[in-house]
Antibody
Framework: QVQLQESGPGLVKPSETLSLTCGVS????????WSWIRQVPGRGLQWIGYIYYSGGPNYNPSLKSRVTISIDTSKNQFSLKLDSATAADTAIYYC???????????WGQGTLVTVSS | QSVLTQPPSASGTPGQRVTISCSGS????????VFWYQQLPGTAPKLLIY???QRPSGVPDRFSGSKSDTSASLAISGLRSEDEADYFCASWDDNLSGVLFGGGTTLTVL
């Protein structure tokens, strides 16, 4: 299994773009599904979207207008951008991967992002 | 409606068998595999069951999954204190064309 590590600002101002990167080690990013999931502390999991190297991205319809997930093969990492952030986007953001969109075998430790002025 | 419904809580005593349910619809569980994740306090989720009833290597056989029609269940036998965690079901939803997670069940070992 690969190891994943999220990085990015822990504080984002409302209306700005939330940007996170997931570094991948122990495996290549040119296979499998690469996903972002978030969790409001103490609450459930919400699927944000995934990108498949040879198949492009797929996003949660409720977030689709604001989300971009991309892959950087030169750095073996993938990224999340969420535009026009609001307080409702405050959550722990996890990157994850696996052989399927629902079969997530490796997870990052998660990073808390707070949207506040 | 694309929703996976789980009971918010479950409990049992050490050694007991407990089950956690996940109810969906024909667009998700009824037509796709179910996956179960265990989230220990303060940690990331971990895959517990895939393809409705398969265990990844390293997951004890005390954990088992089943699916019938539009519902699924996770069973934990020989309950241990270290099983205290949140458990989430997940499935692909054909209407959403994406991944659905259940609301999660908090398991308490009394």
């Amino acid at each position: 299994q690969v190891q994943l590590q999220e990085s990015g600002p822990g504080l984002v101002k409302p209306s700005e773009t939330l940007s996170l990167t997931c570094g991948v080690s122990g495996g290549s990013i040119t296979s499998d599904y690469w996903s972002w999931i978030r969790q409001v502390p103490g609450r459930g999991l919400q699927w944000i979207g995934y990108i498949y190297y040879s198949g492009g991205p797929n996003y949660n319809p409720s977030l689709k207008s604001r989300v971009t997930i991309s892959i950087d093969t030169s750095k073996n990492q993938f990224s999340l951008k969420l535009d026009s952030a609001t307080a409702a986007d405050t959550a722990i953001y996890y990157c994850a991967n696996g052989p399927g969109a629902t079969r997530l075998t490796s997870w990052g430790q998660g990073t808390l992002v707070t949207v506040s002025s | 409606q694309s929703v996976l419904t789980q009971p918010p809580s479950a409990s049992g005593t050490p050694g007991q068998r407990v089950t956690i349910s996940c109810s969906g619809s024909s667009s998700n569980i009824g037509n796709n595999f179910v996956f179960w994740y265990q989230q220990l306090p303060g940690t990331a989720p971990k895959l517990l069951i895939y393809r409705s009833n398969q265990r990844p290597s390293g997951v004890p056989d005390r954990f088992s999954g089943s699916k019938s029609d539009t519902s699924a269940s996770l069973a934990i036998s020989g309950l241990r204190s270290e099983d205290e965690a949140d458990y989430f079901c997940a499935s692909w939803d054909d209407n959403l064309s994406g991944v659905l997670f259940g609301g999660g069940t908090t398991l308490t070992v009394l």
